[in-house]
């Protein structure tokens, strides 16, 4: 059996492994930060069939993440290239589950529990969802060229989701159910390193092949591409023809299957470019935040906590009576000054007297006494 090795961040083979990395981690979001029930009102003054859009659009989208979560980056770390990437596949596991789970936290805010029930039961029966579905399943689990699992992969992050993700950012764009939009942008900013990884971690394969097989991965891809569209057109219709948006939501869906090629490394397919895809929902897209709830901090514009370098006094709280070789007198300190003193502390202790916050004999002198 070979040697089992340790992963070493200090000898890095790939420096993508570790900017992504990087850049996912930066990037970590919850759904529960973000206050979807501020949306309640835009929500109620929705139309029904808006409502139904709404609604099974999302079960759509957690379909797709459940794909993602619990068969896709399992598939993927069977052939990765380093153990970086491995790493880096395990954060994305665990943010597909985060983009699954958000949905929930939608529908639970936003729908009742026979309306949740209903779009659970029509995510798991409608056929052309479970197409989407199985396809892409199949490849990760049967197919055994790894590079196809990763062309699945793209198709699903950069092409698949986004007529789902048309409609929420449509009503962003009209300022309407912005703090969903919040989270579908979130999750988007998410899709679309994913994909760029997964596409470049395929480009490194594909390029390791003879030109005839490079052939062959083209075709297989564009006509995986082909039977995926076909399909997806049949779901935008199912979807959106009752508000009349089927066109311009398979424009959108176009115009991702091109970013997907390009990912891949391939040239686009369709003629659209962003000039061509609504407006309004270009506007949505944008990454600049649309909610800084100051408690949260949630939004696009996410912060993390600052980070400073631990100095003696974050140890004091509560620590009165530590310092074993203080006396009691010693141990008296005032508070508001923070400060606690131990043995070899003279320098500290001269100018914590100086301002005031000890009045007790130098412990330093104390300690040399004690050990005569
Ligand atoms: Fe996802
Ligand atoms: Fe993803």
Redesign the pocket.
Known sequence: MENKRAINWNNIADQIDKATWEKLTEQFWLDTRIPVSNDLHDWAELSSKEQWLVGHIFGGLTML?TV?SEDGMAALSKDVRTQHERAVLNNIQFM?SV?AKSYSTIFSTLNTIPEIDEIFNWSDTNQLLQNKAQWIIDIYHNDPDPLHKKVANVFLETCLFYSGFYTPLYYAGNNKLNNVAEIIKL?LR??SVHGTYIGYKFQLGNKELTENGQQKQRDWLYNFLYKLYENEEKYAALLYDQVGWTDEVMTFVRYNANKALMNLGEEPLFPETADDVNPIVINGISTTTVNHDFFSQVGNGYLMGKVEAMQDNDYTIGLDNSYDSLSDKSRKFKKSENKILGSDDKGKFTIAKESGAVEMEDPTLKSKKDNK
Do not use: G, S, V
């Open positions: 993440d993602q597909e983009h999750i998410d899709e």
